[in-house]
């Protein structure tokens, strides 16, 4: 079992890093957690991203979950 690391900072950029650094990622529809999980292939996100649009902008190792 990994740990689970919560970390509050000032700062977007250290955030983004911290998030960027992650071997997971559950990310929301944002971009500010689509840039961060970029690099990663294990990823979960919400599918749809925003009901009604059809995105092309995941990559195929990563996982959908149906919401809404």
């Known amino acids: 079992s990994q740990p689970i690391v919560l970390q509050q900072h000032e700062s977007e950029f250290l955030d983004f890093h911290l998030m960027a650094a992650c071997e997971g990622h559950v990310i929301s529809n944002s971009t500010f957690?689509?840039?961060a999980a970029y690099n990663s292939h294990n990823?979960?996100?919400p599918d749809p991203w925003i009901k009604g649009?059809?995105?092309d902008i995941?990559?195929?190792s990563w996982t959908p979950v149906q919401w809404g």
Do not use: G, I, M, R
């Open 33 to 35: 957690s689509w840039w």
């Open 58 to 60: 995941f990559k195929n």
């Open 43 to 45: 990823v979960t996100y």
């Open 53 to 55: 649009a059809n995105l």
